[in-house]
């Protein structure tokens, strides 16, 4: 099951990302980065097929990755990288799919987008289309940040030089504008589309205020005794998860009712519990 789950992601994903490429990106020569970046600019100068390009240019990432990431997900990596390169030439090459705009600004913003749910989507299946991706999941891994920035750091240098192959300052400007909505979207995909607000509360009327959190927005959480450090004073610490529509309403009435209390709100993504829903794809 858990198999068969993964490849539907992977093939919804790749059809997502081929779209992104046909539609937006190859018309006008973006540039999001990585090994398809680099495709994107061989394509330019010689009309060989993007997919293709991509298909040779992955080959010695992927033996990098056999040695880091391991031969399980390397082989869905593949799989991944091999059937979004045949998406790619079948709606760029065989379908002949038009230019879904002339606006590089509207094709960089939805380019861009559509990239990023596609990638997200292939990630959740436990692989990834290749290139920059591999490494970036190497970083996420070794140095503990966002898989979307580990990307982001990957792809700069070929975006940069984007610049200087198609001998235009504007075409690494729209390639970043792709770089971050798709960054920005993989994080969004993997992370959770509503995310809610975690909030911690120190507070000399706990119990006001736990009343209105239980019966005023239906909503639970956690006491924690707790001890000032600059006053020495014993008292209690009150932890909850909200939902980000609920923040104004618990903020008025701490407002209210203890205007000295301490409050620190995070964002909060793919809460489990009762009460709260996890993302569509999980």
């Known amino acids: 099951m858990e198999k068969t789950k993964n490849a539907l ?3 919804l994903g790749c059809t997502i990302n081929g779209l992104a490429y046909a539609l937006f990106l190859i018309p006008h020569h973006f540039v999001p980065g990585g090994v398809s970046g680099i495709a994107i600019i061989l394509n330019y100068f010689s009309a060989l097929p993007v997919g293709a390009l991509i298909l040779v240019l992955n080959v010695p ?5 056999l040695k880091t990431m391991g031969k399980k997900y390397v082989l869905n990596s593949l799989a991944g990288m091999v059937v979004s390169s045949v998406f790619i030439d079948l709606f760029n090459k065989v379908l002949k799919l038009p230019s879904a705009t002339d606006n590089p600004v509207l094709a960089s913003i939805y380019g861009g987008v559509m990239l990023g749910v596609g990638l997200g989507i292939v990630f959740r299946g436990r692989a990834s289309t290749g290139g920059s991706d591999i490494i970036g ?3 996420s891994k070794y140095t503990g940040m966002s898989l979307g920035y580990g990307i982001m750091i990957t792809d700069f240098v070929v ?3 984007s610049g200087f192959a198609l001998h235009s300052l504007e075409a690494p400007l729209y390639g970043y504008l792709v770089l971050f909505l798709s960054t920005k979207v993989i994080d969004m995909v993997l992370e959770g589309w509503n995310y809610s607000k975690l909030v911690i509360i120190t507070s000399t009327r706990t119990d006001e205020i736990a009343d209105f959190i239980l019966r005023g927005l239906d909503r639970s959480g956690t006491a924690l005794r707790s001890r000032s450090l600059y ?3 014993e008292g209690e610490l009150i932890l ?3 939902h980000r529509k609920q923040l104004a309403d618990l903020r008025n009435f701490i407002k209210k009712t203890d205007p000295e209390a301490f409050v620190i709100i995070n964002d909060t993504y793919d809460v489990l519990g009762k009460g709260f829903k996890s993302h569509l794809i999980t």
Do not use: C, H, P
Request: aromatic share 4%; hydrophobic share 75%; proline share 0%.
């Open 137 to 139: 999941m190497i970083l």
């Open 159 to 161: 975006i940069s030089a």
């Open 9 to 11: 992601l992977i093939l």
């Open 240 to 242: 909850t998860v909200i």
């Open 231 to 233: 006053l020495s004073r």
């Open 61 to 65: 990432v992927f033996l990098l990755g």
